[in-house]
């Protein structure tokens, strides 16, 4: 039986420094306001786990899915816009 040490040089040439790239930085700073509206809807979701939702907890659910639906929009068409801005 081979050991997978003996390998590691060969599977892995560069080293892992732990830190993301530059470009990682920018596509989650891109992300980020998509990131926020996700965690507003998990925060709203989780306070309704342990009681019976009212008619403004639907509400705040509501309000939190829009919120997530409209971010992912924009950034697919910031994802689609061409550089110069001008479609």
């Known amino acids: 039986m081979k050991s997978?040490?003996?390998?590691?040089?060969?599977?892995?040439?560069l080293p892992f420094d732990g830190e993301?790239?530059?470009a990682e930085l920018d596509a989650i700073e891109q992300e980020m306001p998509l990131i926020e509206a996700e965690i507003d809807l998990?925060?709203?979701t989780i306070s309704l786990?342990?009681?019976?939702?009212t008619a403004l907890d639907a509400q705040r659910i509501r309000r939190a899915r829009?919120?997530?639906?409209?971010?992912?929009?924009?950034?697919?068409n910031r994802a689609a816009t061409p550089l110069g801005g001008a479609a």
């Open 4 to 13: 997978i040490v003996a390998l590691q040089s060969l599977v892995t040439t």
């Open 20 to 22: 993301p790239t530059g």
């Open 66 to 76: 829009r919120r997530v639906l409209a971010e992912r929009r924009n950034l697919t």
């Open 42 to 44: 998990l925060d709203v």
């Open 49 to 53: 786990l342990d009681r019976p939702g």
